[in-house]
T-cell receptor, first 113, second 115 residues
Framework: KNQVEQSPQSLIILEGKNCTLQ??????????LRWYKQDTGRGPVSLTI?????NTKSNGRYTATLDADTKQSSLHITASQLSDSASYIC????????????FGKGTTLSVSS | KAGVTQTPRYLIKTRGQQVTLSCSPI?????VSWYQQTPGQGLQFLFE???????NKGNFPGRFSGRQFSNSRSEMNVSTLELGDSALYLC??????????????FGQGTRLTVV
């Protein structure tokens, strides 16, 4: 069964610190892996998209990595800010599935001052 | 340019009723997908429409249906509402570029509460 598992479920860090969120998936084959940020009460916003052949992709303070062999991805947030407080969702797009995306349940990040 | 617009933002319905949600995609986007988000299950794919045709469907009962109009606007309908249908319903539009990298842009969602 195609699944996306994320850890930790929630995380609290101090402003200015770095953190890393994990994503393990069983979807195979897949077209791409995405990370989304979802603020409370709002729709998800794309942070990064990586194809199976890419190892890393950055978007400002966000850096995603992908290891297609071990089926693992991580999202590293550098120098966290209060505005980073949100849910971070790992999403896998199965091969030729279009927008029939498979979502993880997300990691809720809280950044405190 | 304007983003994905979903209406209404909030809705309260009674069990057994039916509801229609609306989604206007980003101008030029022809693919519209619908997702259900609940605390227990997270985000789940409902269906995708492209050029007025349902192209893909998730694992939801037939009470959930949708359609797309010639201007790419889409509606989602849920009949005979159940308490478990309470959720945030998200719509996403995409350009449907070749190569499989179909970036989805999400709307703010419609929060449906069934009482």
């Amino acid at each position: 069964k195609n699944q996306v598992e994320q850890s930790p479920q929630s995380l609290i860090i101090l402003e200015g610190k770095n953190c890393t969120l994990q994503c393990n998936y069983t979807v195979s084959p897949f077209s791409n892996l995405r990370w989304y940020k979802q603020d409370t009460g709002r729709g998800p916003v794309s942070l990064t998209i990586m194809t199976f052949s890419e190892n890393t992709k950055s978007n400002g303070r966000y850096t995603a990595t992908l290891d297609a062999d071990t089926k693992q991805s991580s999202l590293h947030i550098t120098a966290s800010q209060l505005s980073d407080s949100a849910s971070y969702i790992c999403v896998v797009s199965p091969y030729q599935a279009g927008t029939a995306l498979i979502f993880g349940k997300g990691t809720t990040l809280s950044v405190s001052s | 340019k304007a983003g994905v617009t979903q209406t209404p933002r909030y809705l309260i319905k009674t069990r057994g009723q039916q509801v229609t949600l609306s989604c206007s995609p980003i101008s030029g986007h022809r693919s519209v997908s619908w997702y259900q988000q609940t605390p227990g299950q997270g985000l789940q794919f409902l269906f995708e429409y492209f050029s007025e045709t349902q192209r893909n469907k998730g694992n939801f009962p037939g009470r959930f249906s949708g359609r797309q109009f010639s201007n790419s606007r889409s509606e989602m309908n849920v009949s005979t509402l159940e308490l478990g249908d309470s959720a945030l319903y998200l719509c996403a539009s995409s350009l449907n570029r070749a190569g499989g990298e179909t970036e989805a842009f999400f709307g703010q969602g419609t929060r449906l509460t069934v009482v």
